[in-house]
């Protein structure tokens, strides 16, 4: 079928997206419709989080037809992606038949709605000063999710729903784990700063998100995170580990200070349990004892690209966005393929 074959309202648009797996979703796009408007009201929830053009969650690259952006953040969606053909589909209004390539696999999209659980809190432990590990427990264990994907936690008391990535395994007691930087004012850092207690009950919509890892063969797997951006990076070396994959994997952290280290005790879990994974630590600013390497993970990357000599890795790249935006210049300095870069920002939703 082509685009043109799907029949719609007058003045809509026909819309063709393709999986990375090859899946085709085809739909009608109403005038005044967003791309991901349409898909959901055609039955398909595509991964999104804020829908309003500022967690870039929504992202995938227009191959053909006409469309207009909408009002976004440039973080999410930087001048030099949107050139290249990239978009917000949260933001995008086509003007004509439309193609479009979504950059993960036809199974993250939801066709029967963002499933709405509840669960139980079952600790909140600060890991550093501004850091606090949660882990959930789910009423209905049944609940798999794939490394990289996030929950929508809505705290008690209709507040409003914020994007966190699991830091765990998919698994059957219905644990899910997470690690959240508390922002100052924020409203879920207010809650677990100051009300979060074993006991209490939360909403989660998911899981969702196109974040994950990529089947490519044995190239090897770098992971780069900046702070809180290593949960769902974690998720992904554990599930490395779990299966024994082959591919030879390394992964970079970077915080701000030494005391804002965190997740050291679960990376040296996963590397006695993984062969050929190896890791590393920099700070921006390091104290007096700190004997780490001095940087942001976008100096270890630059660093450490020139010793493969071989392929080009799969890079994972995850964090605040001026950290994404440095790594992603490194790699293409570095000589990285676009197309091996898989990355999210964590951005205010
Ligand atoms: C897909 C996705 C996954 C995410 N996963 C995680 C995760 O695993 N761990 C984690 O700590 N965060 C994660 N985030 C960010 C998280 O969703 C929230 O934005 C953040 O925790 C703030 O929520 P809040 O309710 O406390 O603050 P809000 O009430 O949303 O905002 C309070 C103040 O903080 C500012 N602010 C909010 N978020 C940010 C931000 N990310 N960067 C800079 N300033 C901000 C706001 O502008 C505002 O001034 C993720 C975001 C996305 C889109
Ligand atoms: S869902 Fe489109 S940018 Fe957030």
């Known amino acids: 079928m082509s685009t043109d074959d799907v029949v719609g309202a007058a003045g809509s648009h026909p819309v063709a997206l393709t999986t990375s797996d090859g899946g085709r979703l085809e739909f009608a796009c109403a005038p005044g419709r967003s791309v991901l408007e349409a898909a959901a009201e055609a039955g398909a929830a595509l991964p999104a989080s804020c829908r309003q053009g500022t967690c ?10 006409p469309y207009e952006l909408g009002p976004h953040s440039e973080q999410a969606l930087p001048p030099g992606e949107r050139e290249r053909g ?9 003007c004509g038949p439309l193609t479009a390539e979504l950059p993960y696999e036809q199974s993250r999209i939801l066709y029967g709605g963002i499933p709405v659980r ?18 959930l427990r789910l009423d209905d264990p049944d609940c798999q999710f794939d490394p990289g994907q996030f929950m929508e936690l809505q705290a008690p008391g209709g507040e409003p ?28 850092s207010s809650y677990l700063a100051d009300r979060a207690r074993p006991g209490d009950r939360l909403t989660v919509h998911g899981p969702q998100g196109a974040f994950g890892l990529h089947e490519t063969g044995l190239r090897p797997r770098w992971f780069v995170a900046g702070g809180t951006g290593l949960a769902p990076l974690l998720a992904m070396v554990r599930r490395m580990a779990e299966w024994q994959d082959p591919q030879p994997a390394r992964l970079f952290l970077g915080v701000n200070e030494p005391k804002d280290v965190f997740g050291l005790d679960e990376l040296a879990a996963v590397a006695a349990e993984l062969p050929g994974f190896r890791y590393e630590v920099c700070a921006w600013k390091p104290g007096p004892g700190w004997s780490g390497p001095t940087g942001t993970p976008a100096d270890l990357l630059a660093a450490a690209l020139p010793e493969l000599g071989g392929a ?34 964590f951005l205010a939703t």
């Open 56 to 65: 870039g969650s929504c992202h995938a690259s227009v191959t053909d037809g």
């Open 118 to 135: 509840e669960g139980t809190v079952t600790a909140v432990d600060p890991v550093t000063p501004d850091t606090v590990r949660l882990e």
């Open 86 to 94: 990239e978009v917000l589909l949260c933001r995008t209004f086509p």
């Open 161 to 188: 729903k914020r994007a966190y990535s699991l830091a765990n395994t998919g698994n059957w007691e219905g644990r899910l784990e997470f690690y959240v930087r508390l922002r100052e004012g924020g409203h879920f």
């Open 312 to 345: 080009a890795p799969d890079l994972y790249v995850c964090g605040p966005p001026p950290m994404v935006d440095a790594v992603l210049h490194t790699a293409a300095l570095g000589g990285v393929p676009p197309e091996q870069v898989h990355r999210e920002r």
